[in-house]
């Protein structure tokens, strides 16, 4: 659905300019300077195309290129990660029912600091406002979120056939991604209506006008119908592998393999069966991905090298063929590559 279907729902007017016509797919988050930008180019040049054929279950795609004894391995490598998939789908629910409190106690603020403060005064209110807010969504999601690490603490222990031990160190860990989490979500936030602010036409530098206001509100709106969700299905699958990661390696594993599961783009399927040391990045920071017209068609590109750091299947490309690119913001140490 786009904004203005939602909306209607809703007994609201659509959005202004055919804004709410538009429809969205999550991809990769990227910083507001960044965006736009063209992807490096390689020698041939390649065609960055959308995503738009649908996508084949990682099954199907190693039925196609695998090996017997290469399918054998995947079916064991989804059986010792299975427990955690079911932990981290476990505790969506409970993740995005936490989210949902934040994101109202916001969306009413927000909508209610727009009707009664100056526009000059509104952007005071927004830095005072998300500095204390912070500190509300990290009280808020670390209940949760501790028990949560908790339990992937305790299958990623048994995949080793250890005993579980939240060590100082793993405690440590946990409670700095709960601050990351409400960290980004407020910064995320403040960017979002800082540029609503910023970018709306306005003649009247002390007061809201119609447009200002009703963009601000609107985007209260798309926070308070979906973004609960969206977190929910982010921080878990990212908690779910940075623990997992941390536990491995408190215990001693030295190497890292990327496993892709059900339903993935041709970017995660490209990862699927990669082997890192577990001090490294499967993806370095400003790296490209490139995913090719065959399965076995799947680059990551280092700019600042000028050459390819990996290649499932190096091979002479043509001019003509079509590739997709993703640019990749933030060091990989573990899944997911991208929002969604």
Sequence with gaps: MNADEVRELENMNPQADGQGKKYYVPLNWIPK???????????????????????????????????????????????????LVRIEVSHQKSIQAVAQQ?????????KRA????????????VDTFYADHEK???????????????????????????????????EAFANNFVDRMAFTHCQSSIGQIKKIYNETPTEKRDHFDDLLSEGIENRADDWFLGRAGKVALDESARATNAMARETWATNGVTKLKW?????????????DGRIVSIKRNFIDAGQVIYSGPNDTDFDIYDPAKGENVFSLNPRQKARDEKWQALKVYGNKAHPPIHKG
């Design 33 to 83: 300077e960044d965006a736009g930008e063209e992807m490096p180019s390689r020698e041939p040049p390649e065609q960055i195309v959308d995503i738009d054929k649908e996508e084949n279950s990682i099954k199907d795609y190693w039925q196609k290129i695998a090996p017997p004894e290469k399918r054998e391995k995947l079916k064991i490598d989804h059986k010792m990660i299975h427990g």
């Design 102 to 110: 934040v994101v109202s106690k916001e969306c009413n603020a927000v």
């Design 114 to 125: 727009v009707k009664k403060l100056t526009k000059g005064k509104f952007i005071d209110w």
């Design 136 to 170: 509300y969504v990290r009280e808020k999601y670390a209940p949760i979120m501790m028990t949560f690490f908790e339990s992937i603490h305790q299958e990623a222990s048994n995949v080793l056939g250890v005993t579980p031990e939240m060590t100082p160190d793993l």
């Design 259 to 271: 496993v892709a599961i059900g339903k993935s783009c041709d970017f995660c399927k490209g990862m």
